[in-house]
């Protein structure tokens, strides 16, 4: 352990990659490197009003390509010659159709330009209708529920319906594809040299959580439940997979070519993928019983359990429990907001109307100048917004709002729900709305806490970690004081990444596991938000009426779909 053996957390997020060099015998932060998806940058291949989020493989490979050469580009000279692995972690579930090389079809001809022959981004909702499909099926097809290890319930989010959604809209797409691949497993092919896409290894966590992978179906849902739902999904599971991998095993040796274009060894391991919030849980130290919460635009929300402890408990609702997705041998189980930072993003753009539209035509000032005052203002308004929701006494103001911008995925995922606000008045000013706004999204990650404790798994403790996490201090105070728990929040900038580091480091054989890599590398914790008892009694009241302006707008949402 005395020589220094450096490894590559590389974690694709929604809107960007980053490299993190890491010290694999002490932890330390070498350098990193961020690089933001030009084409997402620009919009292409998107459709908000239809819920369609889609990226070009592109964007991934060059920002593989730049993040890894520009933080060896920081680094010590010799840095490059230390690094042993590379662990990648991805959104998800976010698939694409592939040849029978493993290559997506938009970099083959025909397809390039072609947004159901790209990557299908995990909040790409076009797929409600086929997740009620599967749903449906899964309860009256007269065999096994396949849903009951994903909390009974499956997700437009997820693999499955997203397959057959693109199946059903793009006739050349289902045809030309000889398999389909999520993210977290394209990159470690790619870099593997990987051309037989029979031989692409997969990622448990991807599998059990998003696919309805299990060990107890012999892999995945039957051949007989697929061509039942939809003759298009016939011979499908053929082209997939039956066996999974976990995070810290090596899936092989970095191929010449990208060692080469890299500047790397030719020696390097690189390790199976994995999801952001399963590495992130990893890299923000997660233990037993303890919740960790990434909160970017989304949030996860993770839990690990002995396997011998749960035993035989479902967990209605959840994302997934499965064996090994996280910590191996250890359950882990999944949940999550699918709209958190997005929604305070949403709030800011919403206010952000009168100067793109209306001050850039003024004829008072000049376009420049227009310009700047809005990106000026893109910078202040939350900063602004937060300083006076700080003021405020949340006993003030009547106003509750639901987080569901972006529908809900935990518990019970239903992506037809949409947000509400009421209780607005002629009082209700921006910064009141503002902090309805973060309560709903603490509200949110209440409901997932008490989904967890009230089926048996119970939540000793709450790790944050992510950009709100280390960003706003203020909703990590209101979100211990509904939460009535303390918050630790982890001290890496780059939780993820740093997972992904750790399981780097068992795959190329540095740690012996995951556990011993965490206590090596973990970097503590910088911060505890301690819960404010005073505020107890009208947060509780605010969340009563959260839950019951939830159960309406559900039950406006159920009337509209009869």
């Keep these: 352990m005395s020589e220094q053996n450096y490894v590559i957390g590389l974690d694709y997020g929604s809107d960007s990659v980053r490299s993190l060099i890491v010290d694999a015998t002490n932890g330390n932060e070498i350098a990193s490197a961020v690089f933001y998806y030009p084409r997402w940058k620009e919009g292409k291949y998107c459709n908000a009003a239809v819920q369609q989020f889609r990226q070009h493989p592109?964007?991934?490979?060059?920002?593989?390509?730049?993040?890894?050469?520009?933080?060896?580009?920081?680094?010590?000279?010799?840095?490059?010659?230390?690094?042993?692995?590379?662990?990648?972690?991805?959104?998800?579930?976010?698939?694409?159709?592939?040849?029978?090389?493993?290559?997506?079809?938009?970099?083959?001809?025909?397809?390039?330009?072609n947004p159901n022959a790209m990557f299908v981004l995990w909040k790409d909702h076009t797929a409600i209708k086929e997740a009620d499909q599967i749903n449906h099926r899964a309860r009256t097809w007269g065999g096994v529920d396949y849903t009951k290890f994903v909390g009974g319930v499956y997700s437009s989010e997820w693999f499955w319906a997203k397959i057959l959604h693109v199946m059903r809209e793009d006739a050349r797409v289902a045809e030309a594809a000889a398999s389909w691949v999520e993210h977290c497993d394209w990159i470690p092919a790619l870099?593997?040299?990987?051309?037989?896409?029979?031989?692409?290894?997969?990622?448990?966590?991807?599998?059990?959580?998003?696919?309805?992978?299990?060990?107890?179906?012999?892999g995945l849902p039957s051949e007989e439940f697929w061509a039942g739902l939809d003759p298009l999904l016939k011979g499908v599971r053929a082209k997939l997979y039956s066996e999974t991998t976990t995070c810290e095993k090596s899936v092989g040796i970095i191929s010449k070519e990208w060692a080469g274009k890299l500047g790397l060894p030719e020696n390097v391991e690189i390790a199976a993928g994995s999801f952001d919030a399963h590495l992130g849980a990893i890299g923000s130290q997660i233990e037993a019983y303890h919740m960790s919460k990434v909160m970017g635009t989304s949030t996860c929300d993770m839990v690990v359990a002995p396997m011998d402890e749960v035993g035989?408990?479902?967990?209605?609702?959840?994302?997934?429990?499965?064996?090994?997705?996280?910590?191996?041998?250890?359950?882990?189980?999944?949940?999550?907001?699918?709209s958190f930072g997005d929604l305070?993003?949403?709030?800011?753009?919403m206010l952000l109307w009168p100067l793109e539209k209306v001050?850039?035509?003024?004829?008072i000032i000049d376009k420049a100048t227009a310009k700047k005052l809005r990106d000026e203002a893109y910078e202040m308004i939350i900063p602004a917004l937060t300083k006076e929701a700080e003021a405020l006494d949340p006993a003030s103001t009547k106003i509750v709002s639901l987080d569901w911008l972006n529908g809900r995925r935990t518990p019970f995922a239903n992506q037809k729900l949409t947000a509400s606000i009421t209780g607005l008045h002629l009082g209700a000013d921006a910064p009141r709305i503002f902090l309805s706004l973060v309560q709903a999204t603490a509200f949110g990650a209440r409901r997932i806490l008490e989904q967890f404790e009230k089926q048996g798994i119970p939540v000793k403790g709450v790790i944050g970690l992510g950009?709100?996490?280390?960003?706003?201090?203020?909703?990590?105070?209101?979100?211990?004081?509904?939460?009535?728990?303390?918050?630790?929040i982890a001290r890496s900038e780059q939780a993820c990444?740093?997972?992904?580091?750790?399981?780097?480091?068992?795959?190329?054989?540095?740690?012996?596991?995951?556990?011993?890599?965490?206590?090596?590398?973990g970097g503590g914790?910088?911060?505890?938000?301690?819960?404010?008892?005073?505020?107890?009694?009208?947060?509780?009241?605010?969340?009563?009426?959260?839950?019951?302006?939830?159960a309406f707008m559900e039950k406006q949402v159920e009337g509209d779909a009869r």
């Design 58 to 113: 592109l964007d991934y490979i060059e920002g593989l390509e730049f993040t890894i050469k520009e933080a060896l580009g920081k680094a010590p000279a010799g840095t490059a010659r230390k690094i042993k692995g590379i662990s990648v972690d991805t959104t998800g579930s976010t698939p694409v159709a592939v040849n029978a090389q493993g290559r997506p079809l938009a970099l083959t001809p025909g397809f390039e330009e």
């Design 525 to 550: 914790f910088e911060k505890e938000y301690q819960p404010d008892s005073s505020k107890k009694a009208v947060y509780d009241e605010l969340y009563k009426a959260y839950n019951e302006l939830g």
């Design 467 to 488: 950009g709100v996490s280390k960003k706003s201090p203020f909703i990590m105070q209101v979100m211990a004081d509904v939460l009535q728990r303390p918050i630790r």
């Design 191 to 218: 870099l593997t040299g990987q051309t037989d896409v029979t031989k692409v290894k997969r990622s448990r966590c991807a599998a059990g959580h998003k696919a309805m992978w299990h060990e107890s179906f012999n």
């Design 344 to 349: 305070y993003a949403w709030f800011r753009n």
């Design 312 to 338: 035989d408990t479902l967990v209605g609702g959840i994302c997934g429990q499965v064996d090994g997705s996280i910590i191996p041998h250890m359950m882990g189980l999944e949940a999550g907001q699918s």
């Design 497 to 521: 990444a740093l997972g992904a580091a750790m399981a780097a480091s068992v795959a190329a054989g540095i740690h012996p596991n995951i556990t011993r890599a965490q206590n090596v590398m």
């Design 359 to 363: 001050i850039s035509q003024s004829t």
